[in-house]
């Protein structure tokens, strides 16, 4: 069972950037629609950005539009997401999966955006 190992959270001042980084290992990577979930503290967990196997199709969240950037590297078996413009709504652990949860979760990482 492929689990994802997420990294690059950290604690950031409203305004500031991250770049998270999700990793898996095997050649099967490629071959998946990948995406970025958040869950915040009490909340459920919600969707944040999607992008196709071949990286050419990306979709984000409207709360997320315009700050979030997903990108992947299929020879490093990486997906990005690179976070500008952070809010204090941003504050949440980030992870990986399929698009439709196929993959264990992981850990996650820790994102925590002060005012």
């Known amino acids: 069972q492929v689990r994802p190992v997420e990294s690059g959270g950290g604690l950031v001042q409203t305004g500031g950037s991250l770049k998270l980084a999700c990793a898996t290992s095997?050649?099967?990577?490629?071959?998946?629609?990948i995406s970025w979930f958040r869950q915040a503290p009490g909340k459920e967990r919600e969707l944040v950005a999607t992008i196709s196997d071949s990286g050419g199709t990306t979709n984000y969240a409207d709360s997320v539009k315009g700050r979030f950037t997903i990108s992947r590297d299929n020879v490093k078996n990486t997906v990005y997401l690179q976070m500008n413009n952070l809010k204090p709504e941003d504050t949440a652990v980030y992870y990986c999966n399929t698009r439709t949860m196929s993959f264990s979760w992981g850990q996650g990482t820790q994102v925590t955006v002060s005012s």
């Open positions: 095997g050649r099967i990577f490629s071959a998946y629609f």
